[in-house]
């Protein structure tokens, strides 16, 4: 069965992506051999978004943070509008992402779940009040709220814990999908492979330039780029 004839099959779709489905619209991995290791910072990426480093070092972390981690020339690949698409048709329930650029939202898919969070909410650790983007783009140095709290960008950092709220959705809606898409993602990194472990609906589908360690589980197997394949998708 082609990937066409798996998705007009099916009622509810949901689809999982990683870091490859942002790298297609310029936002590098930092986990990548090419991504942003042996760069300018003293430090490893993973050490510099890490709580401890937040807390610690909190200038050092909004250097590499404003930097590396907001791309706000990226836009929406052919992936996320076509997600958005099969979303606005009825055939896509949910998209959970392990990535914290916002695209999806901004293709105009309503369901996301975002596992790591997202750089466009954040919030002041004192008072607890919400931000935008602006708040980091638009200040030097460490950002801080009117009552004088640090503000904090609102994803997940090295030793912190996933929300629970966003954990328990995304596990709800792949329980309960006749169809899952795990796409850009090498589904080794915490939580992914967990995740796939609730699904129980008809087709399993992976799209990933490299093997996954979820290949020889799925019902369909493309090794090729999430765009080009989702962009010959027929709503
Ligand atoms: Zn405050």
Redesign the pocket.
């Known amino acids: 069965m082609t990937l066409q004839e798996m998705i007009n099959d099916s009622k509810s779709i949901v689809f999982f992506g990683g870091a490859g489905v942002s790298t297609e619209s310029g936002i590098p991995d930092f986990r990548s051999v090419d991504g942003l290791y042996n760069q300018k910072y003293d430090y490893p990426p993973e050490e510099i978004l890490s709580h401890t480093f937040f807390v610690q070092k909190t200038k050092e972390f909004y250097d590499f943070y404003r930097d590396k981690m907001i791309c706000l020339d990226a836009k929406p690949n052919k992936a996320h509008l076509k997600l958005a698409e099969l979303e606005k048709k009825g055939k896509l329930t949910a998209v959970v992402t392990q990535n914290i650029d916002g695209l999806h939202t901004q293709a105009g898919s309503k369901k996301v779940y975002e596992l790591h969070g997202s750089v466009h909410r954040n919030y ?1 650790t ?2 607890g ?1 919400f931000f935008g983007i602006e708040a980091i783009t638009d200040s030097v140095g460490v950002p801080k ?3 004088g ?1 640090t503000i904090k960008p609102d994803v997940v950092l090295y030793e912190e814990g996933l929300d629970h709220d966003v954990i328990n959705g995304a596990v709800k809606a792949i329980a309960e999908c006749d169809m899952l898409i795990i796409a850009g993602t090498s589904m080794t990194v915490y939580p992914a492979a967990g995740l796939v472990r609730y699904f129980r609906g008809k087709y399993l589908v992976v799209i990933n330039r490299d093997p996954t360690s979820v290949d020889g589980q799925c019902d369909l197997v493309l090794h090729d780029r999430v765009g080009e394949v989702l962009d010959k998708i027929k709503v």
């Open positions: 002041c004192k008072c009040k709220c009117e009552c709290g």
